[in-house]
């Protein structure tokens, strides 16, 4: 990274694919604000609240130093949940889930004006479609972030 700092993630991670947009400079934000999202490939969620699980909180942090490697960047977050329960409870869920990471990034010193949002979107745009298995629920109980300023 600019930084000097070295993370070591897969090149198919979510990590790998942020740091691959912000530094190509022929990578532009796309207009089209449903496009552009990374799944944050590592950042589950237990059932049913906005709480991380234990081995999320690297992932985290790993975004945290790309962003910080990043100052001129700003992101989105979007949250969202399995389809079980009330569509209600998982917007409020989706919403407190990134909101959640939100609050993680800034205590691991991303800047707050570098997130411009946290929004829950609740069982939309579900990543395992099927939805009908505990494997794929937890793949859907998830935060996507989206690159908005390079």
């Known amino acids: 990274m600019p930084t000097g700092q070295e993370i070591k ?6 990590e790998f694919k942020l740091f691959s947009f912000l530094s190509d400079t022929k990578s532009v934000v796309d207009t089209d604000k449903s496009k552009g999202w990374i799944s944050l490939d590592r950042t589950y969620f ?3 609240k ?14 945290a130093a790309i962003l910080k490697a990043y100052p ?5 977050l979007g949250g969202y949940t399995d389809n079980s ?7 409020k869920i989706s919403r407190d889930r ?5 609050t ?4 691991v010193g991303v800047p707050e004006g570098a997130i411009e949002k946290a929004e829950g979107y609740g069982p939309l745009h579900p990543i395992c479609k099927a ?7 937890a793949q859907n109980r998830r935060v996507d972030i989206r690159v908005t300023m390079k």
């Open 72 to 76: 001129t960047a700003k992101i989105k």
């Open 9 to 14: 993630v897969g090149k198919l991670s979510s």
């Open 131 to 137: 939805n009908d298995t505990k494997e794929c629920q």
């Open 98 to 102: 990134a909101s959640f990471v939100k």
């Open 104 to 107: 993680q990034l800034e205590a």
């Open 46 to 48: 237990v059932t049913g």
């Open 85 to 91: 329960g009330s569509i209600d409870l998982n917007n």
């Open 50 to 63: 906005s709480e991380l699980t234990e081995s999320s909180k690297e992932q985290v942090a790993n975004i």
